[in-house]
T-cell receptor, first 113, second 111 residues
């Protein structure tokens, strides 16, 4: 199993550009989530999904969209990038609809200029 | 705002010294999880505590969950250079469908 994969590893965007961060898992996990990590702030939940077709907002959802059309994939869309979205983004999954042991992907380092 | 507070934010120790990080929640937690993130890496799950007063050990690491299930600690005995990294606690919110992380404690070690 590859576990949780994320692409790209690094990305530089200009203010106002849009892009999609990809996340996939091959463990048949129901629960998937997106976090951003900023210095001194820990990991903050952006959006999560408890199963295909179901998504909900986390602590910091503004400026981001998600969808969950399959169990495996959970892409994160930045609609109009802003410098405040410069961060490291982690995707995670866990076995079922409750928050259990999270398996994290390797992360995407995003810089918005 | 942050609902799970973790202290200290940074800790530097000599190799062989002990290390402890503390986690406090404003509300009772159904469980608490601990993660380790190596520099440049991603968080990796260490353990989950569920019961009031629970104590679990993993080699030199000892995890405790408070009697009121509002605080937790991670203690490392005789640190080694492989222990370097940031340690996070995390607790569920929103009907156990959201995980809220503490700010983390970054551990550095002088060999």
């Amino acid at each position: 199993n590859a576990g949780v994969t994320q692409t790209p590893k690094f990305q530089v965007l200009k203010t106002g550009q849009s892009m999609t961060l990809q996340c996939a898992q091959d463990m048949n996990h129901e629960y998937m989530s997106w976090y951003r990590q900023d210095p001194g702030m820990g990991l903050r939940l952006i959006h999560y999904s408890v199963g295909a077709g179901i998504t909900d907002q986390g602590e910091v959802p503004n400026g981001y969209n998600v969808s969950r059309s399959t169990t495996e994939d959970f892409p994160l869309r930045l609609l109009s990038a802003a410098p405040s979205q410069t961060s490291v983004y982690f995707c995670a999954s866990s076995r079922d609809g409750q928050v259990r042991e999270q398996y994290f992907g390797p992360g995407t380092r995003l810089t918005v200029t | 705002g942050q609902q799970v507070m973790q202290i200290p934010q940074y800790q530097h120790v000599q190799e062989g010294e002990d290390f402890t990080t503390y986690c406090d929640s404003s509300t009772t937690l159904s469980n608490i999880q601990w993660y380790k993130q190596r520099p440049g890496g991603h968080p990796v799950f260490l353990i989950q505590l569920v019961k009031s007063g629970e104590v679990k050990k993993q080699k030199r690491l000892t995890f405790q969950f408070g009697e009121a299930k509002k605080n937790s600690s991670l203690h490392i005995t005789a640190t080694q250079t492989t222990d370097v990294g940031t340690y996070f606690c995390a607790g569920p919110r929103g009907g156990a469908q959201k995980l809220v992380f503490g700010q983390g404690t970054r551990l550095t070690i002088n060999p």
